[in-house]
């Protein structure tokens, strides 16, 4: 009897880079879902494992910053609007 192999899902592309060669575009990425929350496990799994923590921090601190910036400027168009 032959011994069957689980089928493997479809192959990540940045399993075979190198670590630390995360492109700009999954770093974006994974800070977006990551800070909605709805991160996937491998995903976080390949961050840990082909990323370093730098660029992660980076555009973390810059989501942070375009975040707030948008609610400040939300909240100065809606008092303006309502005449505060």
């Known amino acids: 009897m ?5 089928e493997e899902g479809p192959k990540d592309p940045q ?3 190198e670590p630390g060669s995360l492109t700009f575009l999954t770093v974006v990425m994974s ?3 990551a800070a909605i929350g ?3 496990k491998a995903n976080k799994e390949r961050d840990f494992k082909h990323g370093s923590a730098g660029p992660f921090i980076v555009a973390g601190l810059i989501f942070t ?4 910036g948008t609610l400040v400027m939300i909240v100065r168009f809606v008092l303006s609007a309502a005449g505060a």
């Open 2 to 6: 032959m011994d069957a192999k689980p």
């Open 65 to 68: 910053a375009l975040f707030v």
């Open 15 to 17: 399993d075979d880079q």
């Open 31 to 33: 800070t977006l879902a």
């Open 38 to 40: 709805v991160q996937s």
